[in-house]
């Protein structure tokens, strides 16, 4: 009887070292498995950055607008607004704030849209046809930004596509599949400002 329960036992352990086995074999070694929830992104406006206001019924309110090196636009009527490290919609409640307590509008209604992140940039290298430093934009994807350098060179391998970022003071690496993305068996990677996406080139040129 106790030899029984030893092989039963036996057989219990060897069953559980082979499944994490499997499961361990399942991903790459060498990368972290990516984040089951996106991380929040950083949305903060700095100098660069192009965003356009909208003001509810005022078109002489309402523009296009750089943020200058000291972090701060020159709205009309207002003045000077810093906006460097803050999001599109505390600086929305500034803008309001300030037509309101200026006694210039009652009721001011006004919408912020981030055209372009350029304070915040990644970086696309290996096998793409222009890679180097491209604006962040909120939502980006790996594929987006591949598109965006001018696509994949044909030497790239995309399935072997690798993304650095740096989580809590030290760098994380994970593999993504170009391939299965766009074939859509995977929602896209979404990327965060300072990732770095490098495509690994396989094919090799033959020579005559």
Do not use: H
Request: glycine share 10%; proline share 5%.
């Amino acid at each position: 009887m106790k030899s029984r329960r030893s092989r039963t036992l036996g057989s219990i352990a060897l069953a559980c070292v082979l499944c994490l086995a499997a499961c361990a074999g399942g991903r790459d070694r060498g990368f972290d498995a990516p984040a089951t929830a996106p991380a929040a992104q950083d949305m903060t406006l700095g100098p660069g950055d192009t965003f356009e206001v909208a003001v509810y019924d005022e078109k002489d309110l309402s523009g296009k607008y750089r943020v200058a090196d000291d972090g701060s636009i020159n709205f009309p009527l207002v003045g000077r607004v810093d906006v460097a490290g803050r999001t599109p919609t505390a600086i929305q409640k500034i803008i309001q704030d300030s037509l309101r307590e200026k006694q210039l509008l009652r009721s001011p209604s006004v919408s912020i849209f981030v055209l372009e992140y350029a304070s915040k940039r990644i970086n696309v290298v290996g096998a793409v046809q222009r890679p180097g430093s491209l604006p962040w934009t909120a939502g980006m994807g790996v594929v987006q930004a591949i598109s965006v350098a001018g696509g994949l060179t044909p030497l790239a391998a995309g399935n072997d596509t690798i993304v650095t970022r740096r989580e809590a003071g030290r760098p994380k690496r994970y593999k993504v599949s170009v391939r299965r993305i766009t074939e859509g068996q995977e929602a896209d990677f979404i990327l965060e400002a300072g990732d770095i996406v490098a495509l690994v080139g396989v094919k090799r040129a033959t020579t005559g």
